[in-house]
């Protein structure tokens, strides 16, 4: 095959003709010579038989050179034509194929590039002919590589058949080629170039990359998830099981090297079941999870679930594949889900029966201040003879207790406003413990474990705090009233609520707490009914032997503290409280409020509001026993015309908070907005709208809840118009 394009003679065949011309040469002369001179001795025949000689042997060598130069020349064109031919053929073929296709001469120069390298580089045959393949197309970093790989096949023709390497574009993109190569030979076996013949194989290695790149990140996802990934062949001989999988069964890979079976890896109760599951799995059966006990290397159980499906390796199954999940930790919190559910069951319908509570809450208070309230005025009217003014008091004694029993009911519901101290409750648990040790029978001992630590204030009402313990010790005492050795312990002691203990309490948050513990040995409470104790008037006493009041107010109490209670109990082996309770800063202390027990009156004239006829009627006249000029409305809008009307006439307004078409509080905006410096006293039975932070955010200056004694009215009313002076100037 001819690189260069330039035609050589063929030297074989000149050599050869030279080396006839010269054997007849020496045959011819000394033979002739002999032949004349035997036949001839006649020197001027000689002179002319030589001079023929001569011409004959001109003449004869002359053909016989033509002759053997025609037919080498004919072997010459013909063998150049057939080589031609074959290149011709050879060309088309490189260029046809579908793979990229270069020649190139000793040098490295490009002398054939086909279509394929073309199309894929950018460049065309006129720029790439005769030009370096090296400085063309190869990257700086593997030039001299190949440069030094392809002068050594050329000196050696030694060559690699098979290697790959990148080429450049024309746009200087990479592209890679998987290159077969061969060295091209003259016809003297010389080597006077290479061909090679490539596939770009770079969407082949970007593809390959990925899948190996993807092959391992799920690799490394299987081996870091916490569950076991495992697969097994079509005899349930182990495969695979990733790192999680040798973790919580305890074995190491050196334990299968001789191989295991799946099945050794549960108990023998259900390797009949894990079996047939596999089976059922192997046959394309979408079972979803199954649960079986397994065993751990060490002999321990361990209770699982297995989510499996068939490997397919074409149309035949080869194995199964699938995840197994330890179920220990879903088992407990499913158990703690279920006593959670109740835990909020229970609170709803405590919930429940609370806004019922309230409600009746709010009815009752407006029938204990019409009584209170005429009572009131009865005893200070004169009117009343001193026979018939006990009546009067028991009157007011026992709309006092019903006063104190509506606030237990709203402590119940968690929606009353009480006084709020720094308590220590040390000096409580002490006070408490003398207490029941001097009144308790002598069959229960009392005992007391108060920590070191447990002097931490809390932000409370130490009155509900004494009530609570009292509540709590009694319900204690009583159920060990029929043991001989009844034991009854008080506990005290400062602990700190980590933020996942408090997630399972609701608006708890994590924190330091004081811990009072109430513990007795009595009968226990059963199951049923350890449910139900916080409910409202719910007892197992007998008739006459309690209320059904004591627990839901201490549980109303404790929730109004921001505290929650656990109770444990086991029929027979007694109960145990732990009451909870926020640890509070000093700065949170309020100011107590003044006690004056004294009936101040006044001239001013007074705006009085409430949408009970009975109840402003009661009011005007309590109002008026104190010197003061009240007009009434039972319409918030009438009372606003009125206002609105005359607003200099009136020095104050006192207002119920719950009323048809305006509350108090938007009835106390309205009339500030007609004259802001008004005072304004807000009364509520009850209401979740209304509290004494909001009530004073609107604009109002003294907040009461009903029933309001005259004495309370009386101080109250006094202060806030004396404060309004003050403001005023």
Known sequence: MNLNDNTKPPIRGSLRIAIIFAAISICWIPISDQLLYHFITDPVYLTKAQTVKGWLFVIATSLLIYYLLRREIGNYFRAEKALLESERRFRVVLEKIALVGVMLDREGHITLANDCLLDLTGWTREEVLGRSWFGLFLPAEIRSEIESLFFNTIETGNIPKRHENEILTRKAEKRLIAWNNTVVRDETDRIIGVTSVGEDITVRKQV??????????????????????????????????????????????????????????????????????????????????????????????????????????????????????????????????????????????????????????????????????????????????????????????????????????????????????????????????????????????????????????????????????????????????????????????????????????????????????????????????????????????????????????VHGIVKSHGGFIKVYSEPGKGTCFHVFFPVASEGNQPAAAPDDRRLPGGSETLLLVDDEKILVDMTQQMLERLGYRAETRTSPLEAIEAFRANPDKYHAVITDMTMPQMNGISLSKKLLEIRGSLPILLCTGFSDQANEKKARAAGVREFAFKPLALSDLANTLRKMLDEAKVDRG
Do not use: W
């Open 208 to 553: 390959d990359e990925k899948l190996r790149q993807t092959e391992k990140k799920y690799r490394e996802l299987a081996e870091s998830l916490p569950q076991v990934i495992f697969e097994i062949d079509s005899k349930a001989n182990l495969i695979y099981i990733n790192r999680t999988g040798y973790e919580l069964f305890g074995y190491t890979p050196e334990d299968f090297v001789n191989g295991f079976n799946v099945l050794q890896a549960f108990i023998p109760e259900d390797r009949e079941r894990v079996a047939r599951d596999f089976m059922l799995n192997f046959q394309g059966q979408r079972l979803g999870r199954q649960d079986y006990t397994a065993i751990k290397k060490d002999g321990t159980k361990l209770p699982v679930g297995v989510h499996a499906n068939r490997v397919m390796s074409g149309a035949a199954a080869t194995g199964v594949r699938g995840i197994l999940i330890d179920l220990t930790l879903i088992q407990q919190t499913e158990a703690e889900k279920k006593k959670l559910e109740a835990q909020l069951q229970q609170a709803q319908k405590i919930e429940a029966i609370g806004v019922l509570a309230g409600g009746i809450a709010h009815d009752f208070n407006n029938i204990l201040s019409v009584i209170i309230g005429n009572a009131d005025i009865l005893e200070i009217s004169g009117g009343v003879s001193q026979a018939d003014m006990p009546c009067v008091q028991q009157i007011l004694a026992a709309g006092e207790r019903a006063k104190q029993l509506v606030k237990q009911i709203l402590a119940f519901s968690r929606r009353g406003e009480q006084q709020r101290l720094l308590v220590n409750l040390k000096p409580v648990v002490k006070e408490t413990f003398d207490f029941l040790k001097s009144t308790l029978p002598s069959s229960i001992e009392v005992c007391q474990n108060i920590q070191a630590d447990a002097g931490a204030a809390i932000l409370g009402d130490p009155t509900q705090m004494q009530q609570v313990l009292m509540n709590l010790c009694t319900n204690g005492a009583h159920a060990m009233e029929n043991r001989e050795n009844g034991v009854l312990e008080i506990g005290l002691e400062k602990m700190f609520l980590t933020e996942e203990e408090a997630h399972f309490q609701s608006d708890v948050d994590p924190g330091e707490f004081v811990k009072m513990t109430v513990k007795d040995n009595g009968v226990g409470i059963e199951p049923s009914v350890l449910e139900r104790i916080f409910e409202p008037y719910f007892t197992t006493k007998e008739p006459g032997k309690g209320t059904g009041l004591g627990l839901s107010v």
